[in-house]
């Protein structure tokens, strides 16, 4: 990130609308996570770039990021094979626009669309402790199930003291049927 803002004006957008979107290196990805993530700021490169597909975003104004996306093929084993790509980890810096990460969902949509057209379906991980799910219901996205039991429902597997036991609502965004 540039030390100091250059470019169009003001150092701060005022819409999501004046962000653009585009595809970023890992390394960069992982970096701003950790800057911002609510619950889990640290994710390993290599967990990501390892899995059969991946792709990192930025929203961005005058070349300065105000959000990131990281996506992998899907971590639950049993959705692994299937042609579905996970969003690992959503970060928003403090000072982004309202509807920052609704837009970016959309974007990223389209943009995943058009570089991997093999890809059916598009998930996500809720923390029902922090979050809502209010970006993924403004973009179009369908709650299709909830954890629960402290941490359990779909997945019986014990999470790492490192994952919150929070309930968990999968959201999906279906791409083709």
């Known amino acids: 990130m540039p030390l100091f803002r250059s470019g169009l004006g003001g150092s701060t957008p005022t819409s999501a609308l004046q962000l653009q979107i585009r595809q970023i290196d890992v390394h960069k990805a992982c970096k701003l996570n950790e800057c911002w993530h609510s619950r889990l700021p640290k994710v390993d490169w290599s967990n990501i770039v390892r899995n059969k597909r991946s792709a990192c ?3 961005e104004f005058n070349d300065i990021a105000f959000a990131i996306a990281i996506w992998s093929s899907p971590v639950a084993r049993l959705l692994a094979d299937k042609n579905w790509l996970e969003l690992r980890r959503m970060a928003i810096a403090d000072d982004a626009p309202k509807n920052t990460a609704s837009r970016m969902l959309r974007v990223m949509r389209l943009m995943i669309t058009k570089d991997m057209p093999e890809i059916v ?7 029902t402790e922090v979050h809502k799910g209010t ?14 039991v402290n941490g359990k429902g779909w997945n019986t597997r014990e999470r790492s003291a490192m994952q919150t036991t ?3 609502v999968r959201w999906e965004y279906q791409l083709k049927p």
């Open 57 to 59: 975003y930025a929203a």
């Open 121 to 127: 379906n598009l998930i996500s991980y809720q923390d």
């Open 135 to 148: 970006i993924y219901a403004a973009a179009g996205w369908k709650a299709t199930q909830t954890s629960t």
């Open 166 to 168: 929070a309930d968990k």
